[in-house]
C-alpha cells in the first residue's frame, strides 16, 4: 500500500482503528502501560538529544534560560529549590575534599565541618569572591592551577595562619615608618 492508499484506509476505518485500540487497552492494561512508558522514555531520549544539540550549537542563549527557568524554579518552590541545591553543594564538596585530601595540611585534622579551603598565597583580586562552584569548576577544570592556589587547612590553622600573616604585615608597617 502506499502512503496516500494508507492514509485513505485509514481515515475510512478511523473509528473502527481507534475502537479496537480502546478494547485492547482495556484487555491488556498492563502491556498498554508498558507500550505507554517505553514510548515516553523514546520521547524524553529523543528531546534530551536535540536540546543537548540545540545549547552546543547555542551557549549564550542557553546559559541566560538556564539563569531564568533556575531563578523561576527557586521562586515557586523555595524548599525544593534548596534542597537540591544543597544536594549539588554536598557533591561537589565530596569532588573538591577528594581532590585534596580530606585533612588540614598542616596539622592533620580530618573532621569536615571544621576544615576550610584556604588560599596558599592569601587571597588575590580574582579569587577573593571565588564560590564554591568556581572553586569546584577550578578543580576540574584546572586541577594544576587549583593545587597551587588552594589547600585545606583546618579552621584552628586557618586561624594561626591569618593571625601570624596579620603581625607579619603590622611588623612591615612599623619597620617601614
Ligand atoms: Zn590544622
Redesign the pocket.
Known sequence: MSTEAQRAWYIKNRARVLENGRVWRRDNPEKALEIDRRHKAKLKARRAEYMREWRAKNPEQAKIISRNGNATWRKRRPVEYRKSANAYNDRIRDVIFQFFGEQ?V????TDRRALQMDHINGRGRDDHRMGLNQRYKLVVEHPDEARAKFQI??A???TIKRVEQHEYLTYRIQRSA
Open positions: 588540614c598542616k596539622c592533620g585534622f587547612l583546618c584552628n590553622c586557618n
